[in-house]
C-alpha cells in the first residue's frame, strides 16, 4: 500500500492553527509571570565576549544578508574526517594502536610528536616515523602531524616515508601542521627568528602545493590561546590575525591568494557549550572569507579547512566519566557548525595515556553522531536559528574588531612578542577563575557533585625517556639552541583550583589513612536538616574534605565532636532551627574543642551575634567557595598557608 502524503493545502490549513504572535504579546505575557522582577536580571545572561543572551531571537534579530559559507568538499556525503590523536611515546605501540583505530572507525591518523613540554611519540629519524606507521597503506590514511617546533623536520620525514613505499605523490593526503606563531605561544621557542620560521614554513608550503596536492602544510591552532584563557571571540580574532600572517608568508613566496589558502587548516578548541561552539564555526568561516575577499581572492575557490579539537581545558582529572558527557557536546557542535575534521580526546585524556576502551568512546562518539545522527547530511543544520544566526554574527562582528586592532598595531607576530596576547588571555581567564572558584560556573564531578570515594583513574604510562635514549632525536632542532624565546602561554584547566585540593586530600589519605575532616552536625530532624546537610557535604567534599556527619546536641554533643577526632564543624539546619539553637551549639563545640565552626546557610541578621557564639563563618550559594576550602585546607595542614 503506497504511504499517503500531506498535500501543500492540507499543510497550508495546519500552519494556520498556529497564529504568529509578536514580541509584544509575548512580551506581555513575561511581565505578567515576573510579577514585576527584573526582566534583564531573571532572563539575560551575559557571556564572557561582554554580550548580553536574550530569552528569544526573531529574524529581527540578525542583520540582513549575514550568513555563514558553508563548508566545502563532500561532507555530506561521506562525512568529517574522524582524526584520531596518537600519542604513546613507542612507535612500536603507536603502529599498533593506530591501526586498530582505523580498523574500528577512525579515517585519519594525528601523530603527537614527543618534545620539549609535549609528550609524544618519541621519533628521531625516518625509520622511526616509519615504525609509527608500520602496517598503515599511507597511500588511503591521511596522516596529521602535531610536531610543534619540529614541524619543518618530521613534515621532511614524513615525505621521505611516502617516498620510500612509493606512495604516489599525488594521491597521499594529510596535513603538516606547521603553525610557528601558535608553537611559539604554547611552547616558548623557535629554532630561529619568527621571520626566519615564517619564511621556512613558506617555502615547504610552495613545495608541498607543487608536489603534494592533497597534503596541506600550515595550521593555524588556537588551542595554546583557548587553554590559556581566550574567550570565544579572543579565539577568533587570534585566528585570523594568524592566517593573515601565513597569507602573507605564503604569497610572498610565490603562491597566489587562493593557492595559499588552500595551504592552510585552521583548528578550534570547543569547550561544553553547544550553541557558542556552532556560533564560533560559522563566524570563523565568515571571517575567513572576508579575509580572503579583501585580498582579492573568491573563497569558493578556497573554502576553510577546519579541524576541531575538544577543549583540554574542559576535561576533568576527577570523574573522569563524566569527560563522555563532554566530549559529545563538543562533537554535536563541531558537526552541526560544519567541522571538516575533527578529534576527541580520550575521556581519561587528563590522566594519562588512553586505554582501548576509552579509544573506542572517542572514536564512537562522532561515529554514532554521523551515523544515527546524521549531523553531516545537512549542510548548515544551525541555519535559521535566530539565536545561532545572532551570536554568530556578534562573535564575527566582535572578533573583526579585535582582528583591525591587532593589525593596527603590528600583526600577529608583534601582538605575541609584545604581550599583548598573553595579557589579553589572562585577563579573560582572570575572569573566569573568579567564576569557578564561586561556583557559578560548575565542573560536574570536581566543583559540583564530588564524589569521595571514586576509584581513582590512572591512565597509562610510558618511559619516554629510556626511549629518547635509545631511539635519539640528534635530527631535530635543539631547544638550547633557540632562535627565539618567551614565555609560553598559561594552561589552565577548569577544575584546577578545586583538584588541586583534591590531590592534597589524596596525599594525605595516602600518609596517614585518613583524609582531612570535619565535624557535620545536623540539627532537628531530616527534613529541617537534610538540605543543608547534603549541600554541606558535597561543598566540602569539592575541596577533599571528609564530612562526619552527627545527629546530636545537648549533653552529647561535647562528646560525639571529641570522638569524632575533627578540629572543625559545620552547622546544618533550617533557619528556623539555627534561631532556636544555633548560639548555644556554638558556645557547646567551642568549650568542646573546635577550633573553627561554620554553619551553612547565610546569616542575614544573624551574623553578629553567631559571630559572638563562636561562629566562624558560613557558606552558601555563591560564595567564595574555592578560597574557603583553601583555608580550611590549610588549617588542617593539608596545604601550605
Same mark, same amino acid.
Given at each position: 500500500?503506497?504511504?499517503?502524503?500531506?498535500?501543500?493545502?492540507?499543510?497550508?490549513?495546519?500552519?494556520?492553527?498556529?497564529?504568529?504572535?509578536?514580541?509584544?504579546?509575548?512580551?506581555?505575557?513575561?511581565?505578567?509571570?515576573?510579577?514585576?522582577?527584573?526582566?534583564?536580571?531573571?532572563?539575560?545572561?551575559?557571556?564572557?565576549?561582554?554580550?548580553?543572551?536574550?530569552?528569544?531571537?526573531?529574524?529581527?534579530?540578525?542583520?540582513?544578508?549575514?550568513?555563514?559559507?558553508?563548508?566545502?568538499?563532500?561532507?555530506?556525503?561521506?562525512?568529517?574526517?574522524?582524526?584520531?590523536?596518537?600519542?604513546?611515546?613507542?612507535?612500536?605501540?603507536?603502529?599498533?594502536?593506530?591501526?586498530?583505530?582505523?580498523?574500528?572507525?577512525?579515517?585519519?591518523?594525528?601523530?603527537?610528536?614527543?618534545?620539549?613540554?609535549?609528550?609524544?611519540?618519541? @621519533?628521531?629519524?625516518?625509520?622511526?616515523?616509519?615504525?609509527?606507521?608500520?602496517?598503515?597503506?599511507?597511500?588511503?590514511?591521511?596522516?596529521?602531524?602535531?610536531?610543534?617546533?619540529?614541524?619543518?623536520?618530521?613534515?621532511?620525514?614524513?615525505?621521505?616515508?611516502?617516498? %620510500?613505499?612509493?606512495?604516489?605523490?599525488?594521491?597521499?593526503?594529510?596535513?603538516?601542521?606547521?603553525?610557528?606563531?601558535?608553537?611559539?605561544? %604554547?611552547?616558548?621557542?623557535?629554532?630561529?627568528?619568527?621571520?626566519?620560521?615564517?619564511?621556512?614554513?613558506?617555502?615547504?608550503?610552495?613545495?608541498?602545493?607543487?608536489?603534494?596536492?592533497?597534503?596541506?602544510?600550515?595550521?593555524?591552532?588556537?588551542?595554546?590561546?583557548?587553554?590559556?584563557?581566550?574567550?570565544?571571540?579572543?579565539?577568533?580574532?587570534?585566528?585570523?590575525?594568524?592566517?593573515?600572517?601565513?597569507?602573507?608568508?605564503?604569497?610572498?613566496?610565490?603562491?597566489?591568494?587562493?593557492?595559499?589558502?588552500?595551504?592552510?587548516?585552521?583548528?578550534?578548541?570547543?569547550? @561544553?557549550?553547544?550553541?557558542?561552539?556552532?556560533?564560533?564555526?560559522?563566524?570563523?568561516?565568515?571571517?575567513?572569507?572576508?579575509?580572503?575577499?579583501?585580498?582579492?581572492?573568491?573563497?569558493?575557490?578556497?573554502?576553510?579547512?577546519?579541524?576541531?579539537?575538544?577543549?583540554?581545558?574542559?576535561?576533568?582529572?576527577?570523574?573522569?566519566?563524566?569527560?563522555?558527557?563532554?566530549?559529545?557536546?563538543?562533537?554535536?557542535?563541531?558537526?552541526?557548525?560544519?567541522?571538516?575534521?575533527?578529534?576527541?580526546?580520550?575521556?581519561?585524556?587528563? @590522566?594519562?595515556?588512553?586505554?582501548?576502551?576509552?579509544?573506542?568512546?572517542?572514536?564512537?562518539?562522532?561515529?554514532?553522531?554521523?551515523?544515527?545522527?546524521?549531523?553531516?547530511?545537512?549542510?548548515?543544520?544551525?541555519?535559521?536559528?535566530?539565536?545561532?544566526?545572532?551570536?554568530?554574527?556578534?562573535?564575527?562582528?566582535?572578533?573583526?574588531?579585535?582582528?583591525?586592532?591587532?593589525?593596527?598595531?603590528?600583526?600577529?607576530?608583534?601582538?605575541?612578542?609584545?604581550?599583548?596576547?598573553?595579557?589579553?588571555?589572562?585577563?579573560?581567564?582572570?575572569?573566569?577563575?573568579?567564576?569557578?572558584?564561586? %561556583?557559578?560556573?560548575?565542573?560536574?564531578?570536581?566543583?559540583?557533585?564530588?564524589?569521595?570515594?571514586?576509584?581513582?583513574?590512572?591512565?597509562?604510562?610510558?618511559?619516554?625517556?629510556?626511549?629518547?635514549? @635509545?631511539?635519539?632525536?640528534?635530527?631535530?632542532?635543539?631547544?638550547?639552541?633557540?632562535?627565539?624565546?618567551?614565555?609560553?602561554?598559561?594552561?589552565?584547566?577548569?577544575?584546577?583550583?578545586?583538584?588541586?585540593?583534591?590531590?592534597?586530600?589524596?596525599?594525605?589519605?595516602?600518609?596517614?589513612?585518613?583524609?582531612?575532616?570535619?565535624?557535620?552536625?545536623?540539627?532537628?530532624?531530616?527534613?529541617?536538616?537534610?538540605?543543608?546537610?547534603?549541600?554541606?557535604?558535597?561543598?566540602?567534599?569539592?575541596?577533599?574534605?571528609?564530612?562526619?556527619?552527627?545527629?546530636?546536641?545537648?549533653?552529647?554533643?561535647?562528646?560525639?565532636?571529641?570522638?569524632?577526632?575533627?578540629?572543625?564543624?559545620?552547622?546544618?539546619?533550617?533557619?528556623?532551627?539555627?534561631?532556636?539553637?544555633?548560639?548555644?551549639?556554638?558556645?557547646?563545640?567551642?568549650?568542646?574543642?573546635?577550633?573553627?565552626?561554620?554553619?551553612?546557610?547565610?546569616?542575614?541578621?544573624?551574623?553578629?551575634?553567631?559571630?559572638?557564639?563562636?561562629?566562624?563563618?558560613?557558606?552558601?550559594?555563591?560564595?567564595?567557595?574555592?578560597?574557603?576550602?583553601?583555608?580550611?585546607?590549610?588549617?588542617?595542614?593539608?596545604?601550605?598557608?
Amino acid at each position: 500500500m503506497a504511504m499517503k502524503t500531506l498535500d501543500e493545502k492540507t499543510l497550508m490549513t495546519l500552519a494556520e492553527e498556529f497564529p504568529e504572535t509578536s514580541r509584544e504579546a509575548w512580551m506581555s505575557a513575561v511581565d505578567t509571570v515576573l510579577k514585576g522582577a527584573s526582566f534583564d536580571k531573571v532572563l539575560t545572561r551575559q557571556t564572557y565576549e561582554g554580550l548580553t543572551l536574550q530569552p528569544i531571537y526573531t529574524g529581527e534579530d540578525v542583520p540582513a544578508g549575514r550568513t555563514a559559507p558553508t563548508p566545502g568538499g563532500d561532507r555530506t556525503e561521506t562525512g568529517w574526517d574522524v582524526r584520531q590523536m596518537q600519542a604513546h611515546g613507542d612507535p612500536a605501540e603507536v603502529a599498533k594502536t593506530a591501526k586498530q583505530d582505523l580498523e574500528r572507525g577512525a579515517t585519519s591518523v594525528l601523530l603527537r610528536v614527543d618534545r620539549p613540554g609535549v609528550e609524544g611519540v618519541v @621519533v628521531g629519524s625516518v625509520d622511526d616515523l616509519d615504525k609509527a606507521l608500520a602496517g598503515i597503506h599511507l597511500n588511503m590514511a591521511p596522516v596529521a602531524l602535531d610536531a610543534g617546533a619540529y614541524a619543518p623536520a618530521v613534515s621532511s620525514m614524513l615525505e621521505a616515508l611516502w617516498a %620510500r613505499r612509493g606512495c604516489d605523490a599525488g594521491e597521499v593526503s594529510g596535513s603538516f601542521r606547521i603553525d610557528p606563531l601558535g608553537t611559539l605561544a %604554547r611552547e616558548g621557542w623557535l629554532p630561529q627568528t619568527a621571520e626566519d620560521a615564517l619564511a621556512e614554513m613558506a617555502e615547504i608550503s610552495k613545495r608541498t602545493a607543487a608536489s603534494h596536492p592533497k597534503v596541506r602544510s600550515v595550521a593555524v591552532d588556537t588551542a595554546p590561546y583557548y587553554e590559556a584563557g581566550a574567550n570565544e571571540v579572543q579565539d577568533l580574532a587570534f585566528a585570523m590575525a594568524t592566517g593573515i600572517a601565513y597569507l602573507r608568508a605564503l604569497t610572498a613566496a610565490g603562491l597566489d591568494v587562493p593557492s595559499a589558502a588552500k595551504q592552510i587548516e585552521f583548528t578550534f578548541a570547543l569547550g @561544553v557549550d553547544v550553541f557558542q561552539g556552532i556560533a564560533k564555526l560559522r563566524a570563523a568561516r565568515r571571517l575567513w572569507a572576508r579575509v580572503l575577499e579583501a585580498s582579492g581572492a573568491n573563497p569558493v575557490e578556497a573554502p576553510m579547512s577546519l579541524h576541531v579539537v575538544t577543549a583540554e581545558r574542559a576535561i576533568a582529572g576527577r570523574d573522569v566519566w563524566v569527560n563522555m558527557l563532554r566530549a559529545t557536546v563538543s562533537t554535536f557542535a563541531a558537526g552541526v557548525g560544519g567541522a571538516d575534521s575533527l578529534t576527541v580526546l580520550p575521556y581519561d585524556h587528563a @590522566v594519562g595515556l588512553p586505554d582501548g576502551f576509552a579509544r573506542r568512546i572517542a572514536r564512537n562518539t562522532q561515529i554514532i553522531l554521523m551515523e544515527e545522527s546524521g549531523l553531516h547530511r545537512v549542510t548548515d543544520p544551525a541555519g535559521g536559528s535566530w539565536y545561532v544566526e545572532h551570536l554568530s554574527d556578534e562573535y564575527a562582528v566582535r572578533a573583526w574588531d579585535i582582528l583591525q586592532s591587532i593589525e593596527a598595531d603590528g600583526g600577529m607576530v608583534a601582538a605575541l612578542a609584545s604581550g599583548r596576547v598573553a595579557s589579553m588571555v589572562a585577563d579573560g581567564w582572570a575572569e573566569r577563575e573568579r567564576n569557578l572558584a564561586r %561556583r557559578k560556573d560548575e565542573v560536574t564531578g570536581v566543583s559540583t557533585f564530588p564524589n569521595l570515594s571514586e576509584e581513582t583513574a590512572a591512565g597509562g604510562v610510558c618511559d619516554r625517556d629510556a626511549l629518547r635514549g @635509545v631511539l635519539g632525536q640528534g635530527a631535530l632542532p635543539d631547544r638550547a639552541k633557540a632562535g627565539v624565546e618567551m614565555a609560553p602561554l598559561a594552561r589552565h584547566t577548569l577544575g584546577e583550583g578545586f583538584e588541586t585540593l583534591r590531590a592534597a586530600s589524596d596525599t594525605a589519605l595516602e600518609k596517614s589513612g585518613a583524609r582531612p575532616r570535619i565535624f557535620q552536625l545536623n540539627l532537628g530532624t531530616p527534613a529541617d536538616y537534610t538540605a543543608r546537610g547534603t549541600f554541606a557535604q558535597n561543598y566540602f567534599a569539592a575541596g577533599g574534605i571528609e564530612s562526619i556527619p552527627a545527629e546530636t546536641g545537648g549533653g552529647n554533643l561535647g562528646t560525639a565532636f571529641e570522638k569524632s577526632g575533627c578540629r572543625f564543624a559545620v552547622l546544618c539546619s533550617s533557619d528556623k532551627i539555627y534561631g532556636e539553637a544555633a548560639v548555644e551549639t556554638a558556645e557547646v563545640l567551642k568549650k568542646s574543642g573546635a577550633e573553627r565552626i561554620l554553619l551553612a546557610g547565610r546569616p542575614g541578621d544573624n551574623e553578629d551575634a553567631w559571630r559572638a557564639a563562636g561562629i566562624d563563618g558560613f557558606i552558601y550559594v555563591g560564595d567564595q567557595t574555592l578560597a574557603t576550602l583553601r583555608d580550611l585546607a590549610a588549617g588542617l595542614g593539608v596545604i601550605e598557608q
